[in-house]
């Protein structure tokens, strides 16, 4: 119905937020907040020094998994090596350290100071 009445439209994503009364499974709930599971992604990530910021942490659930999409902010002067080093380890410790992670996605961005010109 979406494609027939927007035809400029080519992707439609949908956010599920769960609610504290829901489906159970042995007393736990299936689906955590996304503001829980950002809490504990944030929590992992600033073990990590090379991580100056977590800019976005976006939670979908697909058949029962969770997959999380994180970007977070290095600093500029990083390799491309380094960087992708800190993606892998930083990915493997989000999975280990949040059990219902089942596959993440580590997005980054380069800080880099930008030089304001002064209003007088």
């Known amino acids: 119905m979406i494609l027939k009445n927007l035809p400029l439209i080519s992707q439609v994503s949908i956010h599920v937020c769960p609610e ?3 489906h159970h499974d042995g007393g736990q709930l299936l689906m955590r907040p996304e503001e829980d599971i950002s809490s ?3 929590h992992v990530l600033a073990q990590f020094p090379q991580i100056q910021s977590v800019s976005h942490v976006v ?3 697909v058949n029962e998994k969770l997959l999380v999409e994180v970007t977070v902010r290095v600093e500029e002067g990083m390799t ?3 960087v992708s080093r800190l ?3 930083a990915k493997q410790k989000m999975k280990i350290d949040v059990s219902d992670i089942s596959q993440v996605d580590v997005h980054l961005e380069l800080l880099k100071e930008i030089d304001h010109p002064s209003i007088e």
Do not use: F, R
Request: hydrophobic share 25%; glycine share 6%; proline share 0%.
């Open 59 to 61: 939670c979908h659930y």
């Open 20 to 22: 504290e009364i829901g």
């Open 80 to 82: 491309v090596k380094q």
């Open 87 to 89: 993606a892998e380890e």
């Open 40 to 42: 504990d992604v944030q």
